[in-house]
């Protein structure tokens, strides 16, 4: 793992976005305007979506270990705006009184475990900042422009993306690639991808030379790696068809 946010800054953080996040959704026109980096989805959508997973997030935490994951709740939130964002802030809510009660260390279900992120409290809720911190680009892009991101958040979020959907065991279908990102704050990082899967890890000073390298600030990175930008956004040298191989890739275990 290449970062260690600890379990209190985590659960502020989620507090923090998701209040950034009520605010875009505030801002908008309406709660039917598109959101132009989620294509076929409206703010309402999106708001939807954000809220389901903080309440199937709190009852897998809840749960505990298990061999597999609680049913989603499938009820629809309301669509009046004043209800929907009250009906958000409840799921948070739920989210965050979940994850005080049961601590980081705490084991559960996660559809990463294996990978290098830990399947346990601790890691929900930095996956949960980060689907948050992004989620509120999405909005505030649909509430007419995105505020910049916190670069330390970023920077977080990048290799927390990694970590999480990055990282398996799975063989890699193609030649053996290291690809190397580096975010103009300062930080580096480094994926090899082959036969023994998918690893990431801080990127050593006398790495040698990879297959293809990206480089931008953490926030546009991140933003890449999360499908809002391409690599035509980022100063991309070596071979591109690895990043086009990286994203059409679905890894089976």
């Known amino acids: 793992m290449t970062e260690r946010l600890d379990f209190a800054t985590l659960l502020r953080l989620i507090d923090e976005r998701s209040a950034a996040f009520l605010r875009a959704v505030a801002a ?36 505990g270990p298990a061999e597999g994951p609680p049913a989603k709740d499938t009820a629809a939130a309301p669509r009046e705006r004043e209800a929907l964002t009250a009906w958000y802030a409840e799921s948070n ?19 990463w475990s294996a990978g290098v992120s830990p399947a346990n409290a601790w890691a929900v809720a930095r996956r949960r900042v980060h689907e948050v911190l992004v989620h509120t680009y999405d909005a505030q892009l649909a509430a007419g422009a995105a505020e910049p991101m ?34 103009t704050e300062g930080r580096s990082w480094l994926l090899a991808l082959d036969g023994t899967g998918a690893w990431p890890a801080p990127l050593p000073p006398a790495a040698a030379p990879p297959s293809v390298s990206a480089t931008g600030t953490a926030e546009e990175l991140l933003l890449f790696v999360w499908g809002r930008r391409t690599p035509s956004d980022l100063e991309v040298q070596g071979d591109r068809r690895v990043f086009e191989r990286l994203i059409a890739w679905e890894p089976e275990e």
Not at 39 to 57: I, K, M, S
Not at 93 to 111: D, F, K, Q, Y
Not at 150 to 167: H, M, Q, R, Y
């Open 28 to 63: 908008a026109p309406d709660v039917d305007v598109p959101v132009p980096s989620c294509p076929e989805w409206t703010l309402f959508d999106l708001v939807q979506h954000l809220g389901t997973g903080q309440r199937w997030w709190a009852a897998v935490v809840a749960a």
């Open 150 to 183: 916190p670069s330390d958040i970023a920077i977080d979020g990048v290799a927390e993306f990694l970590d999480t959907c990055n990282s398996t065991p799975a063989a890699w279908p193609h030649e053996p690639a290291a690809v190397h990102y580096h975010a």
């Open 93 to 111: 809510e739920l989210l965050m009184s979940a994850l005080r009660e049961v601590g980081p260390e705490r084991g559960c279900w996660t559809w």
